[in-house]
């Protein structure tokens, strides 16, 4: 299972270090990637993101960046100093390419953030976008490619069509995975994880149905087994 370990994300979607620490050190050389996005992040998770790349763990920072050109930069020089692996940024032209353009020559992964997968076309409207989610996920990704991101975030169900836009080599990062007969909580566009990836994704975040699991070890080895097969 090497190649499907590589590719599972586990989201640190929880408020408090001590809970993080736990699942890591529950899942232990099970999962070798994690996602840390806000909540963690503004309760010590850049520390725990350091530490977790000491220990041979790859880090996913979602920040979602989006700024003025500069400071979109500085940020970017900023996390490149924590070792991370992937880093989001809102898909926006000008922002990905002063990300691109402070990135260049390292391995870090610059992902663009199409549409939330917690968005559907009502969503859309109601922000003042008059186009479909999909639509919008296909034009963000083509603007991904041209500002020469490393890859795209998306819903595994837009996934088979973004492949066909950044080619073969860019990475395609689903959330919204769900096993099947697990509760979609509140996002609006899932797939179950051998799904996803037969749709074109690379790699899979999993969050609350490994981190709310009453034995998190077995819900990630499961996850696991169904993107092996």
Do not use: W
């Amino acid at each position: 299972m090497t190649n499907a370990r590589d590719r599972l994300i586990v989201g640190l979607d929880v408020p408090e270090l001590a809970i993080a620490s736990a699942v890591i050190s529950e899942l232990g050389d099970t999962v070798s990637f994690y996602k840390i996005g806000y909540q963690l992040a503004f309760a010590g998770g850049l520390d725990l993101a350091r530490e977790l790349v000491q220990n041979g763990k790859q880090v996913f920072l979602d920040l979602k960046l989006l700024d003025i050109d500069n400071t979109v930069a500085k940020g970017v020089e900023s996390v490149l100093g924590i070792g991370a692996s992937m880093l989001t940024l809102h898909a926006y032209p000008k922002a990905m390419r002063a990300a691109v353009e402070a990135a260049r020559g390292t391995d870090l992964c610059l992902l663009g953030v199409t549409v939330l997968t917690s968005m559907d076309a009502e969503d859309l409207r109601e922000a003042g976008y008059d186009i479909d989610p999909q639509a919008l996920v296909l034009r963000r990704a083509e603007q991904a490619r041209q500002a020469g991101m490393g890859g795209i975030v998306c819903s595994a169900a837009e996934a088979r069509h973004v492949r066909g836009i950044v080619g073969p080599d860019l990475a395609i990062v689903t959330p919204g995975i769900r096993p099947a007969g697990s509760d979609h909580g509140d996002q609006k566009r899932v797939m179950t994880p051998a799904d996803a990836l037969r749709s074109g994704a690379t790699h899979l975040v999993v969050g609350r149905p490994i981190v709310k699991a009453a034995d998190r070890k077995a819900a990630a080895q499961a996850i696991l087994a169904d993107m092996q097969g």
